[in-house]
C-alpha cells in the first residue's frame, strides 16, 4: 500500500505503523503540551526534507493534528510543499486522515 491509500483508507495509528515500518526517523512527534505549533512544524518540515534528500523518489509526507494553525502553516508553505513533492495530512482527534488539498487547484 502507498502512503496515500493507507491514509485515505485507515486510521492514525496504520498510518504511524506504516510510516515506522518504512522509513526510519519519518515520525516527529509533536508533544501534546508543546505550545508552539509553528516549532513543531517546523522541525516537521526539516525533517521531510532531509527524507526528501535520502529518498528523492519515494512519498514524503507531513503527518499533523487536524488544528486550524496547523493548517494554516501548511496553506502557507504550500508552494515549498508542492516544490519538494512532499504531502501534508490532517490527523483528526478521532483517528481518521485527511490529505491536504490546495484551495488553488
Known sequence: MTLTEIATSGTAARVR???????????VEVPEDDDSPRRAFSEALRR???LRQKHPFDVVALGLPDLLRYRDLVAGSEVTLRATNIEAYFIRTDGSVEQ??????
Open 48 to 50: 521531510a526534507l532531509m
Open 17 to 27: 505503523a506504516a510510516l515506522e515500518r518504512q522509513l526510519d526517523g519519518a515520525l
Open 100 to 105: 491536504y488539498q490546495s484551495e488553488t487547484r
